[in-house]
């Protein structure tokens, strides 16, 4: 079941005053659709500028959309707003609450927001499932970085939302803190079934945790699959070798095979094979006086993926 | 509306307020310090023989704080939010602009009331001015129509925060000030010079403050100018409520508002 659905979202800013041509338009997103489904970890990806944080701004009713339709849980978002924020909340390395009040008056002051009819239980029940229960008398602004993200969580939770939409919610966080807020983001999946929306420019935590990637460039739907089915779409995957015979012997082999190769340092060359063909280059090396030391295989990542397009280069995708 | 979501920003407005030695400062110590100021020149004009005119200038500066107070509340509760990144978790709740309006409206009020009281007691104790010289009554309708001014005010000024962000944020306290001369707080409107005197009479406080000043000299109510300040408040009211329609609608459209804060 589908908890949201947007269909042709776009939105054009206007250049005007910004470009030596008079007025124009900038398409920050360009007739997107998508769907979240109940219980799903949905990550939206894409470089700087591809359209996540608008896209995310319009979800949320903070920026008007210049044409398309959003639906949550089959209620038209533009028509009944109040009702679909009821259910949904948000989360951001990037917002933070008030920073001169206590954790525990902000969690109060938007208990009261979302109307939760039993504000301090609320509170007290998630402040334990967060263990930070240390934390409800201190100052926000007083918080560390990891310590605000579980808070920044406990808000969000406030509601039972059945949706969260999470900008880059491990930003700014040390890989302890941010694998720490992964697990918890998996375990908030699982325990309260919530439908997530994920941008986050870490590919191996986007890996790591969503069902799902959508890829954005220039505002448009790039790719769409799960994180494994979008890796698999590269052909090509890296082959290290390492080498203990002379260069030279090793440069005639690479160009008589015509291998796109790099040499890297401490003896080693880097081989861009297509992946059908891996079996085969290592048959063929070990054919020759190249003595093979050592064999390192780097399968492509979602990060390869990201760079592919930010890079432009969508047509090393193969067709789903 | 929701009374739960209006006490949510009142209860907001309380915390911050609480942990702001400088709100504190703005909204008791300043205003306080300005009826201060203007008593001992009351009591410098009354000296030199015009009794009238110095009580003049003592009311019209008490009752300006009712206009100061209630506008700075309402626009710089959205200010604090905007400093501290939150305004988009505010608006991202079920929260209607209409209870956001009530709930700065009210602590505005609130606030006015206090200082009021304080105000009162200080230039009683002080200066020997009583401000219920004017009467309960006539205090409670001139009151009610600086407020609702003072409302309008602030929503129009929440309208450009709103859509110009904090390089305009000087507008939260300084804006007002620029028309104070032309609403005749402490001078009869009959002393400004053409084409100005024309134009105080566009805003409703011109005809309230020339109201009280009738009051204190006549003991009598002046029921023409406050029905006409009633009516021009009607009006500034709706049309603070379109220009703050415009203005936030404008900003969600150019994505202003969702970048107020970063």
């Known amino acids: ?320 | 509306m929701s009374l739960k979501r209006i006490r949510a920003i009142l209860a907001h407005e309380l915390y911050i307020t609480k942990h702001s030695y400088e709100l504190i400062n703005d909204l008791f110590l300043y205003p306080l310090w300005s009826i201060i100021i203007f008593g001992f020149m009351t009591i410098y004009i009354v000296g030199s023989g015009d009794q009238i005119i110095g009580k003049n200038v003592l009311l019209g500066i008490i009752l300006w704080q009712i206009v100061n107070l209630v506008q700075y509340s309402i626009s710089i509760g959205c200010l604090w939010d905007i400093w501290a990144r939150n305004l988009t978790n505010i608006f991202i709740t079920p929260i209607s602009i209409g209870e956001y309006f009530t709930a700065y409206s009210l602590s505005g009020v609130v606030k006015a009331i206090i200082i009021m009281i304080l105000a009162s007691l200080l230039a009683y104790f002080v200066f020997k001015f009583n401000i219920l010289s004017l009467g309960l009554a006539n205090l409670l309708l001139i009151f009610v129509n600086l407020a609702f001014f003072a409302i309008s005010f602030g929503i129009i000024v929440l309208g450009l925060l709103f859509r110009f962000g904090t390089k305009i944020q000087a507008f939260t306290w300084g804006l007002l000030t620029v028309f104070q001369p032309l609403m005749a707080v402490i001078y009869p409107v009959r002393v400004l010079p053409e084409p100005f005197r024309s134009l105080a009479y566009f805003f409703p406080p011109t005809y309230i403050f020339e109201a009280a000043r009738y009051n204190l000299e006549n003991k009598a109510t002046a029921w023409s100018n406050l029905f006409i300040a009633f009516i021009l408040n009607l009006i500034f009211f709706l049309l603070a409520i379109y220009f703050f329609k415009l203005m936030f609608n404008k900003s969600k459209d150019l994505g202003k508002f969702a970048r107020l804060e970063g």
């Not at chain 1, 849980?73 to 109040?82: E, G, R, V």
């Not at chain 1, 402040?127 to 926000?140: C, G, M, R, S, W």
Request: positive net charge; charged residues 30%.
């Open chain 1, 1 to 320: 079941m589908d908890v949201l659905q947007a269909k042709n979202l776009s939105k054009k800013f206007s250049t005007k005053g910004r470009s030596p041509f008079g007025r124009g338009y900038f398409t920050a997103v360009d007739k997107i659709s998508f769907n979240l489904k109940e219980g799903e970890i949905l990550g939206l990806l894409g470089p700087n500028g591809a359209g996540k944080t608008t896209t995310i701004q319009i979800l949320l009713g903070i920026t008007t959309p210049t044409s398309g339709t959003i639906e949550y849980f089959d209620m038209n978002f533009f028509k009944l707003p109040k009702d679909c924020l009821k259910k949904i909340n948000f989360t951001s390395a990037f917002n933070t609450l008030q920073g001169r009040n206590t954790v525990k008056e902000n969690l109060l002051v938007f208990s009261y927001l979302y109307e939760v009819s039993n504000p301090y239980k609320k509170i007290k029940e998630l402040v334990e499932y967060f263990d930070a229960k240390d934390l409800l008398n201190k100052i926000y602004w007083e918080l560390s970085s990891g310590q605000r993200t579980r808070v920044n969580f406990i808000k969000a939770l406030l509601n039972d939302p059945k949706i969260i939409l999470m900008d880059e919610p491990t930003a700014s966080l040390d890989p302890d803190i941010a694998d720490k807020t992964l697990y918890l983001i998996e375990k908030l999946k699982t325990d309260k079934k919530l439908s997530i929306l994920y941008t986050s420019h870490n590919m191996t935590e986007v890996t790591r945790i969503c069902d799902r990637v959508i890829f954005l460039d220039r505002g448009k739907i790039v790719a769409q699959d799960t994180p494994v089915g979008l890796t698999k779409r590269i052909e090509t995957a890296k082959v290290v070798l390492t080498y203990s015979t002379e260069k030279a012997l090793i440069e005639a082999y690479v160009k008589e095979k015509k291998l796109i190769h790099i040499f890297k340092k401490n003896n080693r060359i880097e081989l861009e094979v297509n992946e059908k063909d891996i079996p085969k280059v290592i048959y063929g090396v070990s054919k020759t006086n190249i003595w093979v030391t050592d064999i390192e295989l780097q399968k492509p990542t979602l990060d390869d993926v990201f760079l592919q397009i930010a890079r432009g280069n969508r047509h090393v995708f193969k067709k789903n």
